[in-house]
C-alpha cells in the first residue's frame, strides 16, 4: 500500500503565496507520475498540474505561470509552488500519485487533502 501525507495549507492573502508537500511512502519501486488536483466548493475535483517520471511538467491555464510543481524523487515527495494567490484558487487541494509496487503491479493513490483559502 502507498500513503501520501500532504503539508503546507492553510489560509493567505489574495497575492501571496504557499507551499504544498505530499510524500509518498509504502511499497513504492518507482512513481510514474505524481500530480496536484483541487476541488473547490461546489464544482468537479480538477487536475492543475504534473510532473512525470521522465521530467515534464504541465499546467492548467488556470494556474500556469503562477504555480511550480517540482519533485524530490529521492525523497518521493512533491512540491506545489503557488505565487500571485487568488480568491478563485480557494480549494481543497489533493496530491496524485501512480506508478508500481516493488512487487511489480500497479497503484494509483491520492493524499488527505489540504484547504487553502485566499482571502481577498
Known amino acids: 500500500q502507498v500513503q501520501l501525507v500532504e503539508s503546507g495549507g492553510g489560509l493567505v492573502q489574495a497575492g501571496g503565496s504557499l507551499r504544498l508537500s505530499c510524500a509518498a511512502s509504502?511499497?513504492?519501486?518507482?512513481?510514474?507520475?505524481m500530480a496536484w488536483y483541487r476541488q473547490a466548493p461546489g464544482k468537479q475535483r480538477e487536475l492543475i498540474a504534473t510532473?512525470?517520471?521522465?521530467?515534464?511538467?504541465n499546467y492548467a491555464d488556470s494556474v500556469k505561470g503562477r504555480f511550480t510543481i517540482s519533485t524530490d524523487n529521492a525523497k518521493n515527495t512533491v512540491y506545489l509552488q503557488m505565487n500571485s494567490l487568488k480568491a478563485e484558487d480557494t480549494a481543497v487541494y489533493y496530491c496524485?500519485?501512480?506508478?508500481?509496487?516493488?512487487?511489480?503491479?500497479?497503484?494509483?493513490?491520492w493524499g488527505q487533502g489540504l484547504q487553502v483559502t485566499v482571502s481577498s
Open positions: 510532473s512525470t517520471r521522465g521530467g515534464s511538467t
Open positions: 509504502g511499497s513504492i519501486r518507482s512513481i510514474n507520475t
Open positions: 496524485n500519485s501512480d506508478g508500481w509496487y516493488v512487487s511489480g503491479s500497479r497503484y494509483s493513490a
